[in-house]
């Protein structure tokens, strides 16, 4: 057995597997249209009240709503696979579009949370494990509770009554011109969708850090002399990354929630507002747009994940569960 | 090990620490609120005063009013009720499905076993508040229908504990003698095995019902869960945001509550978690 084969074997068989995934949610996500309320034709004529025989028949034609069901699901995915999800209902846009319209400033908002969530979350999770049952352990130990506690709109208000309404040092709500003022209003939005994850990440670090600190291989290198700092970054961080790895995996699933929560509080107009105007308006061809958008987000994440566990830890093989 | 592992909850070294002695306060006096929260309250929840409308704290209104004059106090310790009952619905339903699908997939093996993990592991992969957030928004049906969503939507981390702890039981002595003495597949899953597994599942129900006062808060706070008016804690956070220059309370009230008892939980399950698991680190 080459390495080589069976890493290529381990990705056709994850990509056939997320391949079955992909159907079978995309056939939830064309069901919507007939678990909501009401009929379809008055779905997609936006509820007006008067429907007259002509209309609904032009309809049923446009969206092919006369064959059997699987025949309409076999035309609404066909379609769906070149991004052609239909027009808006609300604003008559078609769907692709509108999203794409929106998604600059949600990948921007949650890069933003994303890296401020790395970058706070690793180092803080390392000190906590490196004190361990000190103050500053028990301090970040709380902070990290309480951060991935509150949802992310309760600390988006939170954060907009103190760094907006009693310190006027950002704005409150829309989405700025130009980069600096865009990243002047992203600042408290970031900052709210990071603060849960960051609980997260610290978390899963420090309980890391604290196993492999634990190992005969961190006290031998210890015994040998060699500066606690290498021992930290070169030997423990390699062996800690497995499950902080798995744990970015999640933060990506979760800042595609956190940004709805965000993004309403903020008056932000990215996709997560989008969802939810959409969800509430009845708008069902953006709702199966940006549902599709949100698992083929999540399949990817989660195939990235898993292709890197080896780069990390070589004695991962290809299709053999961590550990 | 169910004794063992209860034994260690009480064990002199039982991981009591200020912050897990606070954390039990909070959920107690949650709990107290969600019972008696409507004769603990000063005024009525939905009593409203259109002549005074949003104004501070005072002594008649400790948190000051909203802008339908509705004292915020009382809203916030009215507000438990509907922030606890989902959550311990979720908790509690999330981990029967999760202990039966986990003790069933563990025992017997084979297929039903994979048949349980692929399950468990594409329910898994679903990003929960955005599934509810579409699902809720679309067919409708709110708070209860966002319960028995998330039931579901929750387990998988019940059946992956509780189907491991069922793997290492089934290969006690215990269990072999019970098959030897003819007892019926069912007795052994439930009678036998289920107590030595259970306190996980207890464990994790802790961590659960902290997720779920989450989730379900976002959903009112997005307008999908409780009815318009209702006193939640998700819905008046999302009605302070324009009065956060009037009475910041309106905000601060409620979103207190809603981080202090989902943290609680949290700090209670994780405690619980490690007195119950070999893998808990002594602090």
Redesign the interface.
Known sequence: MTFGASRTAFVLRRLVGLAV?VV?VSFLVFS?LY???GSPEQLLLGNSKTIDPETVRAVREQYHLNGPFLERYLHWAANAAHLDFGKSIRTSEPVAHGIWQRLSLTSQLAGLAFLVTLLLGIPLGVLAAVR??KLVD?GV??FS??G????????G??L??VFA?RLPWFPAFGQGAGFLDRLKHLVLPAAALALTATGLVVKITRAAF?TELEKDYVTFARARGIPPSRVLFRFVLRNAATPIVTAAGLIL??M??GS??VE??FALPGIGAL??DS??S?D?PM?QGL?ML?AAL??VA?LVVDLVYPLIDPRIVFGKSAR | MTAVAWARVHARDSGL?P?VVASLVIVALAAVAAIFGPWLAPHPAGAQDLLLGVSGPSHDHWLGTDDLGRDVFSRTVVGARTAIVGPLLVALGSMLLGNLLGLIGGYRGGFTDTAVSRYAD?VY??????VA??VV????GGYYVAVGLLIVLYSPVDTRIVRSATLVQRAQPYVEAARTGDVPQHRIIFWHIWPNVLPLAVANAFLTF?FS??SL??LS????GVGPGAADW?RM??D??TL??DN?WT??GP?LA??AT??S???VG?WLFERLTERG?R?
């Open positions: 995934v079978l919507l678990v909501a309320p361990r049952t028990r130990v709380f509770v309480v991935l506690s509150a949802p992310a709109f309760a600390s208000v939170l907009l009554y309404v604290v699933a979760y595609l929630a709805v929560l309403v509080t969802l939810v969800v509430t009845q069902i709702v549902a949100i999540v399949v989660n | 620490t912050l594409l992969a679903l990003p929960a508040l955005l957030i579409v928004g679309v067919v409708g902290a006062i989450v808060a976002s706070f997005l307008g999908l998700g956070l999302s302070s945001r956060l220059f910041e905000a601060l979103g809603l981080v989902a943290a939980m949290n700090v994780d680190v602090r």
